[in-house]
């Protein structure tokens, strides 16, 4: 397994934990043989016959920073304020997290309230002199502005290239008010994908928040690391006579302090919680449910038998899946037929898409691409069982078309004009335009958790019937909206042909 090193106080990318690679092209079988670590290994990395597979493209169309993960996990921890210790372009998403986070909270029937974050707002100057003075003085005022119950520090570009020595601030800091003032080194060169973010701010909060020593175990309290999402979870769970603690977006202080006295962690996502799941379980002996994720029936069923073999629930689970399978098989049936015949496509982050290929295969629906934002050849457990790609290509078939970029809009655009599918989903929306102008409406899932357990099928199913009325809008406005991209480039059919022949670039300008 991944060694969590909570003594560091920055956390290790993931390319050296993980050999994330962020550029891909081929069919997900293929991937997962090339980069199946957990299994050439037998549990070890670098086992032989494996190796890291990644191609490299001539340029970067757009991206995303750890910073910004940072902010949308952090910076919404509610009790607490994030401090970004940047020049204030890296604070301009506040405000579009602040609309996720108010939404976020009323979904949940929480108190609605605005974001905490400040910025240092670093200048020329302070990149010459150094902006620890600013640091501290932004410390003091948020401290004595909002009485947090911890303080988050998150790095940046600039304040690495300084070299800034936002440790010793923080230890002072933490000392001075009787808070945890936490580091989160996030610059956004640290590494080439974002989700390093989300694992910056899991470690931080392993570090100094969560109770080191607690006084009693809840046996019927489950960590939930999730985003935003509704709360799918409590209502299952109730079934099995278990509570669930939300962590980390929306969770106050004290419920990131009370992780350790838990009885087990699930995630919604692989991606998203494989740091701190692993770092509970080494660190403060919290056990994660080590299945495949909880997307379609199979998935749901071991994810659901696994937790309760872990809680001691196996009784009261096997009669929540019996009567979840007699509940909802009617309704899915009659999904299955309205939605036959129907090609769909799926672009959000990796292990994600991967349950909602799994989600969509179930329905009868055709997926024969995707691209995914990374892949991470292994998770921190190192467990096969919680390789969510090959749980998908060795229970509901191939992925002909599986395609691994970071949001490359050029690239989205060959591939669905490659396979014009009846619809998308999406979790960016940044890229959903692409496909509007192609004809192909676009279900941007703004609530994570719409297709999670057994009630997760019959939803994706009723959003993908709403999405494919809205084809004749999308088919209209394709017919009046061009495109940014030339000829030249509507005309390749290989979405990764730059990476095979970088200088073929130089074809398209002439």
């Not at 997290?97 to 974001?115: C, D, F, K, Q």
């Not at 999904?335 to 090609?343: A, F, N, P, V």
């Not at 991967?354 to 990374?374: A, C, D, M, P």
């Not at 809009?409 to 591939?415: A, D, E, I, R």
Request: one cysteine or more.
């Amino acid at each position: 397994m991944v060694k969590i090193n909570l003594e560091a106080t920055a956390v290790e990318s993931r390319e050296q934990r993980l050999g994330t690679v962020v550029y891909w092209g081929g069919d997900a079988k293929e991937l997962v043989e090339q980069s199946g670590y957990s299994k050439c290994g037998k549990g070890k990395r670098g086992g032989e016959g494996c190796r890291l597979c990644e191609a490299k493209g001539p340029f970067t169309q757009g991206s995303v920073c750890s910073e910004q993960m940072v902010e949308c996990q952090a910076g919404n921890v509610r009790e607490a304020v994030l401090i970004q210790h940047s020049p204030i372009g890296c604070g301009v998403s506040q405000s579009f997290y602040n609309n996720i986070y108010r939404v976020g909270l009323a979904s949940r029937n929480l108190p609605v309230e605005n974001l905490k974050m400040s910025c240092t707002n670093l200048t020329e100057g302070d990149m010459v002199f150094g902006g620890l003075e600013k640091l501290r003085l932004t410390i003091e005022d948020v401290y004595e502005r909002h009485k947090p119950k911890a303080i988050f520090i998150g790095t940046s570009c600039a304040t690495g290239i300084i070299g800034d020595d936002v440790d010793s601030v923080t230890a002072e800091y933490t000392e001075k008010l009787g808070i945890p003032v936490i580091p989160l080194h996030c610059e956004g060169f640290r590494s080439k994908h974002w989700s390093t973010g989300f694992d910056a701010t899991q470690h931080g909060i392993l570090r100094q928040i969560v109770t080191k020593d607690p006084v009693k175990k809840q046996e019927d309290l489950v960590n939930v690391i999730n985003l935003w999402g509704s709360d799918v979870f409590g209502p299952m769970f109730k079934n099995l006579n278990l509570r669930v603690n939300y962590v980390v977006d929306m969770a106050t202080v004290d419920e990131l302090a009370q992780m350790s006295e838990a009885a087990a962690t699930v995630s919604f996502c692989n991606t998203l919680g494989s740091y701190l799941a692993e770092g509970l379980e080494q660190a403060f002996g919290v056990p994660q449910v080590r299945a495949p994720q909880p997307y379609g029936i199979s998935g749901t069923d071991a994810w659901l038998r696994d937790l309760a073999r872990l809680t001691h629930r196996e009784e009261l689970a096997e009669k929540f899946i019996a009567s979840e399978h007699e509940r909802i098989a009617p309704e899915v049936e009659e999904l299955k037929r309205k939605l036959s015949g129907l090609q769909g496509f799926v672009s959000t982050g990796s292990a994600y898409a991967h349950g909602l290929i799994t989600v969509l295969r179930e329905l009868g629906i055709t997926v024969n691409g995707s691209l995914v934002f990374h892949h991470d050849p292994i998770y921190d457990s190192e467990d096969p069982s919680q390789d969510s790609l090959a749980y998908l290509v060795e229970n509901y078939g191939n992925v002909e078309d599986f395609t691994v970029s970071i949001r490359q809009p050029f690239q989205f655009y060959t591939l669905l004009q490659k396979h014009r599918p009846d619809f998308i989903l999406i979790r960016h929306n940044g890229l959903a335009p692409v496909a509007a102008r192609l004809g192909i409406p676009a279900a941007p899932l703004g609530d994570e958790h719409i297709a999670i357990g057994y009630q997760g099928l019959i939803n994706m199913g009723n959003v993908i019937l709403e999405i494919v009325k809205r084809k004749k809008f999308c088919v209209d406005l394709s017919k009046h909206v061009g495109t940014p991209y030339t000829k030249w480039w509507t005309d390749q059919k290989d979405p990764n042909i730059l990476a095979k022949n970088p200088d073929i670039i130089w074809e398209g300008v002439k």
